[in-house]
């Protein structure tokens, strides 16, 4: 393609939640880029079909955003013979690059193998979508992370004036992906006795995009890790014995309703607060859903029985996520375990490196209570998204793999 010239693309994208502001920020960038004419269908949609078929007669690339598999593979199964027959390259973004009970590898390169993409999109070091992805593409894994949406995640309130010191708002990982780092570095900070004392604000309440803005621009910091896993498999093996032998722990304690069930079309078509009702009214009882049971497993046991005396693999399976980018916009700092973050954040530069076991907690907390060392970080972090690292830069990337 010429250097100046308006690609024709069309994205594809599954609306069924608005809990997950990356789903949104990609879909944003590309529609705003100058450097795509964009037609967006949402497969969920009854019209999905006719406006694919319109939409791909005259497409220069197709682009498969995250949602469409991120959390299920439901949705895009139904499209892979119609993509599969296209005469234009096809890029597709990976959601959740782990495994998961109900949002399996195996499924999306299933799907994936159907479909036969040009590209894949990973966010992982490209080491890691290499062993992943690598066979199924007809062109190469490129690694393209998440970013930052500048025109949601501006700067808050001056430092000083924000009521949180230290907040976060997270989903807690499940023992299947046998690393608890994260969840250990909330329950520290969530337990911990400061002194002096912070207000310290820890949850696994979800927002939508404004929402969770709005919450980190009342943040003086924020505590996180990198996403993922060291544990990474195309297979599932892991993660369905694990999915067995909680099975084989049920037996006999009522109706277990799995995760990949096919009433979770229905749930998602619920609205977000019909959806935590229903959550919570099968977290206990006779009948349950496969996520409450999961959160209640012993994650030592299982720890202990899937893991434990296995050798990790070669790549590096752990990525930057959307929630550092979120972070760096809104000028909050980060305390964040030591990690690669993708190459893109520098230790003590973009963020307050801690160490695994905590044993530098003193030192961070003295950096962090320092309002200069404070506002330097998050100069320095914003300044290094916005130069380098905003959706904008990302799309101009899959340009210009169009162009090569």
């Known amino acids: 393609m010429a ?9 594809l994208h599954a609306q069924y939640t608005d809990r997950l502001s990356y789903y949104d920020d990609w879909l944003d960038a590309f529609r705003d880029s100058p450097l795509f004419d964009v037609t967006a269908v949402n497969i969920v949609s009854r019209t999905a079909r006719d406006d694919i078929a319109r939409a791909l007669a005259a497409a220069d690339l197709v682009v498969l955003l995250h949602s469409t598999n991120g959390d299920t593979t439901i949705y895009l199964e139904p499209f892979a013979e119609q993509l599969a027959d296209r005469i234009c390259p096809l890029l597709s973004f990976i ?19 159907n479909i036969r993409p ?13 062993y992943l992805w690598g066979d199924l593409v007809s062109k190469a894994v490129v690694e393209l992370p998440h970013a930052l949406n500048p025109a949601a995640f501006r700067p808050g309130p001056p430092q000083a004036d924000r009521p949180i010191d230290i907040g976060v708002r997270a989903v807690r990982y499940l023992p299947h992906l046998g690393d608890s780092d994260r969840n250990a570095l909330h329950d520290f900070f969530d337990s911990h006795t400061f002194a002096p004392d912070l207000e310290v604000d820890i949850s696994t309440q979800r927002f939508d995009r ?19 896993t060291w544990w990474l498999e195309r297979d599932d093996a892991t993660i369905e014995a694990i999915r067995a032998w909680t099975a084989a722990r049920m037996k006999g304690k009522g109706l277990v309703i799995a995760n990949d069930s096919a009433l979770r079309r229905l749930g998602h078509k619920l609205p977000w607060w019909m959806r935590a009702a229903l959550r ?10 496969e996520s409450t049971v999961t959160e209640d497993l012993p994650a030592d046991e299982i720890y202990e029985t899937f893991f434990v005396g296995r050798q990790r693999p070669a790549f590096y399976g752990k990525c930057i996520s959307s929630r550092h980018f979120d ?16 190459d893109i954040l520098e230790a003590g530069v973009h963020y307050l490196p801690l160490k695994e076991d905590f044993s530098n907690i003193d030192a961070v907390m003295d950096r962090f209570r320092d309002p200069v ?6 100069d320095a972090t914003l300044g290094l998204v916005m130069d380098h690292h905003t959706y904008a830069h990302r799309v101009k990337a899959v340009y210009a793999l169009l162009e090569s």
Request: charged share 25%; net charge positive; with cysteine.
């Open 3 to 11: 250097g100046d010239s308006v690609a024709r693309v069309l994205v």
């Open 95 to 113: 959601g959740n690059e782990v495994n998961l009970p109900g949002s399996p590898i195996s499924a999306k390169r299933d799907v994936l193998r």
């Open 118 to 130: 040009d590209y894949v999109a990973t966010q992982l070091l490209k080491e890691a979508g290499d």
């Open 210 to 228: 404004d929402g969770w803005a709005a919450f980190l621009q009342s943040c003086k910091a924020t505590v996180s890790s990198e996403a993922g």
């Open 280 to 289: 919570k009214l099968m977290s206990a009882g006779p009948v349950r859903h």
């Open 327 to 342: 972070a760096a916009g809104t000028g909050t700092v980060q305390i964040l375990l030591e990690g690669r973050y993708n």
């Open 373 to 378: 060392a404070r506002r330097e970080i998050a």
